[in-house]
Nanobody, 125 residues
Framework: QVQLVESGGGLVQPGGSLRLSCAASGRTFTAYAMGWFRQAPGKEREFVAAVTWSAGTTAYKDSVKGQFTISRDRAKNTVYLQMNSLKPEDTAVYYC??????????????????WGQGTQVTVSS
């Protein structure tokens, strides 16, 4: 199986930045796409950003366009999420996900086969 491990979360003040990392491992790891989702307390899990592994095609939640940037390092089997100008409403557990096939589309949680344990991002004064 594929294992995903997120890191880089923490406490940051409004307007600050964080860079999340997700390292994938597994004997047969070959991703079609990797993405980031987040879930705030009492809220539904929501799509944040995704990138296709080969072509580098990206997709973003509308509200984070220009604020967050997703990237990947194929040699390291790692995907990153650079988060700038953070706001309290960005507070959530951020989850990394991987899919080996295009199914419903890279912005849909149902497309993903593997999930990390999540990393907490807290934006507070």
């Amino acid at each position: 199986q594929v294992q995903l491990v997120e890191s880089g979360g923490g406490l940051v003040q409004p307007g600050g930045s964080l860079r999340l990392s997700c390292a994938a491992s597994g004997r047969t790891f070959t991703a079609y796409a990797m993405g980031w989702f987040r879930q705030a307390p009492g809220k539904e899990r929501e799509f944040v950003a995704a990138v296709t592994w080969s072509a580098g095609t990206t997709a973003y939640k509308d509200s984070v366009k220009g604020q967050f940037t997703i990237s990947r390092d194929r040699a390291k089997n790692t995907v990153y999420l650079q988060m700038n100008s953070l706001k309290p409403e960005d507070t959530a557990v951020y989850y990394c996900a991987s899919t080996q096939r295009a199914r419903l589309g890279i912005m849909f949680a149902g497309s993903y086969d593997y999930w990390g344990q999540g990393t907490q991002v807290t934006v507070s004064s």
